[in-house]
């Protein structure tokens, strides 16, 4: 895809998230990704899966999910089938499950549930929120993150599905509306969100956070958007964190 289309569609999406109302999150705390390795639900530190386990990956995300097509980090490059977003390379927290995702070997456009009943993928990766959790209410994103699942569960029940927290900011990130305190709850969120599913959870944030908690900027070209670096980061975090039934 052309790069002006997708900063055209980027700039579009931004529009919209722009026009909906702030969320309000709850004042209790789950407990932390990082504490939680032993929960069954949270995946663990393991040995470096390599190669071999990154390619049974099919990544389903937004414009930061986007990066790894478009700095070619996965195998098939630019035109990677790892690679699941809309044509413009960007999913929202809205009607999730009906949003569709466009499959550069097929060059056919689908939903997420369409997609996994023909392509039957071992395991799916989610990364979504960062695109409008701060605009909705925590039961809304809470319900259409479980209708996306449920949907993925039903059309291919054999895939193992892993919802990945979002990534921190930088600090010289502009967009207050959108904080690193918000993320983290809304991260306790998506990981409430995988046990009430059964599906395992990957803390990947805390390997993209300094000292302080943000994003450092060489992993970002924009304070949110990861630059290979950023992404060869979460790779490896995403390696080194496998799932155990599917381990090589």
């Excluded at 929202?92 to 997420?112: F, H, R």
């Excluded at 390997?207 to 979460?234: K, R």
Aim: hydrophobic content about 45%; glycine content about 8%.
């Amino acid at each position: 895809m052309r790069k002006v289309e997708y900063l055209t569609c980027l700039l579009a999406g931004v529009a919209v998230l722009f026009s909906f109302r702030q969320a309000t999150f709850p004042a209790s705390a789950l407990p932390a990704a990082a504490a939680a390795a032993s929960d069954g639900v949270t995946l663990a530190k393991t040995a470096h899966g390599g190669a071999d386990y990154l390619k049974k990956i099919v990544f389903i995300g937004d414009s930061r999910t986007y990066g790894l097509r478009h700095f070619a980090m996965l195998e098939g490059g630019a035109e990677t089938a790892q690679v699941w977003t809309p044509l413009c390379g960007t999913m929202s927290v809205w009607d999730m499950q009906n949003q569709k995702i466009y499959l550069p070997d097929t060059g056919a456009e689908m939903t997420c549930a369409e997609a996994a009943a023909l392509k039957r993928p071992e395991i799916l990766l989610i990364s979504l929120g960062f695109n409008g959790f701060e605009l909705v209410e925590r039961d809304y994103f809470t319900a259409e993150y479980l209708k996306l699942i449920s949907a993925l569960q039903e059309s291919s029940p054999e895939s193992v599905i892993v919802l990945q927290s979002m990534f921190p900011v930088c600090r010289s990130y502009t967009d207050t509306r959108i904080t690193n305190a918000a993320i983290r709850k809304g991260n306790e969120n998506i990981l409430e969100i995988a046990r009430a599913a059964g599906v395992f959870y990957l803390g990947t944030a805390e390997a993209l956070c300094d000292a302080d908690g943000y994003l450092p900027e060489a992993y970002a070209s924009d304070g949110c958007h990861l630059t290979p670096l950023g992404l060869d980061a979460e790779l490896d975090y995403i390696c080194t964190h496998m799932i155990p039934e599917v381990r090589k």
